[in-house]
């Protein structure tokens, strides 16, 4: 019964990764200062959508560190272990990092080894998105996906 149930939760993850490399083109990230840069749009899209999954066993923030804080809206995202998050980005380098927040203290992770980065292979978008923003926060995989379903988002 027991080598029953790890089979099947073995085949579960082994279907669910399978499902993310069907719909997302993965990225080789670099970190800078433990901080990843999105490329951002290329010249035949006015925006991208990158897909982000926590790989630590801890909860994670993503941020974008700002110049001005106190004129921009904040960018930190809650990221639990192992779910995933969208953002779309209208802009070309765009910076992130990965912390752990703990009382008194912000640790700052290797971004490039804390999250896995992927971006779609085909995507439909049923209205006009402009700006950089999160699309979808801190969900399983197919819960971004209906998620996203739901904002009029279509990947193939």
Known sequence: MIRKIILMSALAISLN?????????????????????????????????????NLTEKS???????????????????????????????????????????????????CAKAISVCMPKEMTLKSARKGTYWLVEDKSWDDLMKALAKRGLELK
């Open 17 to 53: 990764v399978m499902a993310e490399e069907d719909l997302c083109v993965p990225l080789d990230m670099q970190s800078e200062n433990k901080e990843i840069v999105l490329p951002g749009p290329d010249q035949t899209h006015a925006s991208q959508i990158y897909f982000f999954k």
């Open 60 to 110: 994670i923030w993503l941020d974008h560190p700002v110049l001005h804080p106190s004129a921009s809206a904040g960018w930190s995202s809650y990221l639990r272990a192992g779910h995933a998050s969208a953002i779309l980005v209208n802009r070309k380098n765009f910076n992130l990092n990965c912390a752990v927040i703990k009382p008194g203290k912000v640790e700052y992770l290797d």
